[in-house]
């Protein structure tokens, strides 16, 4: 069929002679086991992470679990402040998978994978309704198998949710409009009809506001569409007013509950505060950050893309040089044809899903841009089937012989060797170049997958101390989703600060591990490198027992019946008027049910603190009796005295000694 120039009257491009439905079902079956295949392969690289994708697991996957684990526990929201703000709809999926598959990474990541899945349906139903049934299957086949979005179904973000929605949205709006079919006999129920798939546009539309912040843009486009109906396609608008009233009414109901929360909590979302910078730009007159964007992000689909490898293989477009060309002709094609409704709606979904990454820093940015996708490759597909249809500069030019071009076998063939690539590309770069770069290894915490891989392969149970970068935080979690087993008492401690020795039970072996590239503090190295052993990526203390530590200044000052304050070592310093460092050992006597910290004050003679340091780097939640802990203190001056204790960071109440002291005074170098 033929589109009219006036776009008034919606028809589907169809390819003469296609396939007949049976083969599209069969072969949307197929795209759909290939899209399976990229998302499911190597998801759970736990306990085998190598060449797994991803190598580890991110403390933005971790966040999203803790936020799982307190929806579990009975904490609701329509927002949640944690991890510099979420929006709640993909977390009540992720925590009901953990709450069905298990408490694991594969319960995790599994949600993203399957609305993977979804996008590539969605993206084959949108293509569908607008270009026919060659275009969408082509769609689908190049979203099922291309680095975009295969890599962001393999993590536990929320991000791919947002185009899973909003292309629900987009094919609930287009299924208003008859595109290519008459219309129905009774023009009321057609319009009832109409007004019925606009309500659900705006339901998804609305539901698409709840996954990801960079949804902020799809209310932008849908008033920005409906004001080119308004003025271009008035008739449309005329007949429809009363479903885009519908659409509207609906979306503002879903939409509301989230936004009266940010407006009532301006707070909340610390994460915009800290990227915006060329929004802040703009807005006071100066338009280069902007601009700057603008040419990056035009550059992203055949050029240079992404920058950060947490997001990427930095640098790496969206496409090869040959669909890249394809997809900027597209877009040519849709801006020459703008006044087709079809080709207006590419083009404006196109400019707003690229706002969230213009206004902000590191553009392009695919997490940003990534409500994108579900029209990303119609703009390719729409210029191949569709240029030689361009009667109004040919006019010459059969349409029905274009038609019979575009549907050559040496078309069919070509795209063929384009997903081939686009399938292969994705497959060295996601699974081989990506999970080798350093810096992916160290965000994705690698060297903690290894061994938790080792110590779920190994036929000891026993203690085990776990050095990392985030002891109090994400270390834990990290570790409680990587290991298999649950018989090893795990104690956490940051290496470059402190240690902790735990104390041996049922004679096995006591063991720490921590990452190869996180240094062990120059004077904690004595006390554990006779068992010193490097596995690749972690580094292994394997003891039969504690080691015997005898502290220069030997003490033993019982601390509110929890700790034995056992003495101190000076490493650095400590002379009146000088930094210090002290190293400073201790026995757990009864574990913690508090946070504790370690306190080393400088005073001078008056009695006024003029230094010191408050910490801990082995949190006291995860002690156990006999645990020995060694903890660096440091000050940049030294005063007449040096008071030592131990005190609730929450409280701020002190541990006391067994002569009602809340500290006691070390004795000189």
Not at 155 to 172: D, E, Q, T
């Amino acid at each position: 069929m033929r589109h009219s120039q006036s776009g008034e009257q919606l028809t589907v491009e169809h390819s003469a002679g296609y396939a007949p439905e049976r083969l599209a079902l069969v072969l949307m079956v197929a795209i759909l086991l290939a899209a399976a295949a990229f998302r499911f392969i190597g998801l759970d690289n736990f306990p085998t992470p190598q060449g797994a994708t991803p190598p580890g697991l991110e403390h933005d996957e971790v966040a999203h679990w803790l936020i799982n684990q307190d929806i579990l526990a009975g904490q609701h929201a329509i927002y949640f402040t944690e991890a510099y703000g979420h929006e709640a709809l993909y977390h009540y999926v992720q925590a009901a998978f953990g709450a069905m598959v298990g408490d694991h990474a594969l319960a995790l990541r599994l949600p993203s994978a399957y609305f993977g899945i979804l996008l590539v349906a969605v993206a084959y139903a949108l293509g569908r309704r607008l270009f026919g049934v060659r275009v969408a299957l082509w769609s689908a086949a190049f979203l099922a198998v291309l680095f975009w979005p295969v890599f962001y179904s393999r993590l536990a973000l929320r991000a791919i949710s947002l185009p899973v929605f909003s292309g629900l949205a987009a094919y609930w709006w287009w299924r208003a409009f008859p595109i290519g079919a008459e219309p129905d006999n009774d023009p009321e129920s057609n319009d009832r009809t109409a007004a019925t798939s606009l309500g659900m546009a705006g339901l998804f539309a609305g539901l698409s506001i709840h996954t990801y912040m960079a949804a902020r843009a799809v209310p932008i486009f849908f008033a920005l569409y409906s004001f080119y109906l308004l003025v271009w396609h008035r008739p449309i608008f005329r007949r429809h007013w009363r479903g885009l009233a519908l659409f509207w009414l609906t979306f503002i109901v879903v939409a509301a509950p989230l936004a009266i929360f940010l407006l009532s909590n301006p707070g909340a979302e610390v994460r915009v505060a800290e990227v915006d910078a060329p929004l802040r730009a703009f807005l006071s007159g100066d338009f280069r950050p902007v601009l700057e964007n603008a040419a990056r992000i035009v550059g992203m689909f055949g050029v240079k893309g992404d920058p950060l490898w947490r997001q990427n293989v930095a640098g790496r477009p969206v496409f090869d040089p040959v669909m890249g060309l394809l997809f900027y002709a597209g877009v040519a094609l849709s801006l020459w044809r703008w006044r087709d409704p079809r080709h207006a709606f590419m083009l404006l979904w196109l400019a707003t899903s690229v706002i969230p990454s213009l206004v902000t820093v590191d553009a392009p940015s695919n997490i940003r841009i990534i409500n994108l996708l579900p029209v990303l490759m119609l703009f390719p597909l729409v210029f191949i089937h569709n240029t030689l249809q361009l009667s109004t500069i040919r006019e010459k030019l059969s349409t029905d012989l274009a038609t019979s071009l575009a549907n050559t076998r040496l078309v069919t063939v070509g795209l063929g060797f384009l997903l081939v690539w686009s399938a292969w590309s994705t497959y060295s770069d996601l699974w081989r170049v990506w999970p080798a770069n350093d810096e992916v290894r160290f965000v994705w915490q690698a060297a903690l997958t290894e061994a938790a891989a080792y110590l779920d392969h190994s036929d000891e149970s026993g203690a085990v101390a776990v050095g990392g970068w985030t002891p109090e935080t994400m270390d834990p979690p990290t570790m409680a989703l990587s290991l298999r087993r649950d018989d090893l008492a795990l104690r956490y401690f940051d290496p470059t600060q402190s240690l902790i020795i735990p104390a041996s039970a049922d004679d096995q072996p006591i063991r720490i591990v921590k990452p190869s590239i996180l240094p062990l503090a120059t004077p904690l190295q004595g006390l554990v490198k006779p068992w010193e052993e490097v596995h690749g990526e972690f580094t292994l203390y394997r003891m039969p027992d504690q080691p015997a530590v005898e502290p220069r200044i030997a003490a033993d000052v019982d601390f509110g019946g929890q700790l034995v304050f056992m003495g101190n070592e000076v490493v650095a310093g400590c002379e009146p008027g000088t930094p210090c460092e002290i190293m400073t050992y201790w026995r757990v006597i009864a574990p913690s049910k508090e946070p504790l910290r370690f306190f080393l004050h400088a005073v001078d003679a008056a009695g006024q603190v003029v230094a010191q340091d408050d910490r801990l780097g082995a949190p006291a939640e995860y002690w156990r009796e006999g645990d020995l802990i060694v903890q660096l203190l440091a000050l940049d001056a030294t005063a007449a005295e040096l008071r030592l204790g131990v005190y609730n960071p929450l409280t701020r109440q002190r541990l006391l000694t067994r002569t009602g002291a809340d500290y006691i005074a070390l004795p000189g170098n």
